[in-house]
């Protein structure tokens, strides 16, 4: 079960269901280009890392699926969202 489901932007702000702001996706996003993307590892131990400190659980093969996913879109702020969103895990 995912954590984050049926989001929605208002005047670009996460509304009460999202779990992340723009600003902490954002210093994700540049913790990942830093550096040229790093390699798929060490982008999915990020992922992991993210969502674990926010208290998510999150699958290390999925994330490093997940990782894969966000470099091959030159990791677009929509797919980083996206693949969040599927990693996070309630526990």
């Known amino acids: 079960m ?3 489901t049926n989001k929605t932007m208002t005047n670009g702000k996460m509304n009460d269901k ?3 702001t723009m600003t902490e996706l954002a210093a994700l996003r540049n913790d990942l280009l830093q550096g040229g993307m790093i390699d798929s590892y060490e982008a999915a131990e990020l992922l992991q890392v993210f969502l674990m400190g926010r208290g998510y659980g999150v ?4 994330a ?4 894969g996913r966000v470099e091959m879109a030159g990791c677009a702020m929509p797919v980083l969202v996206h693949e969040l969103e599927n990693l996070a895990m309630v526990m």
Request: glycine content about 0%; proline content about 7%; cysteine-free.
């Open 64 to 67: 490093l699926d997940a990782a």
């Open 59 to 62: 699958s290390p093969k999925a």
């Open 18 to 20: 999202d779990r992340f």
């Open 2 to 4: 995912t954590a984050m």
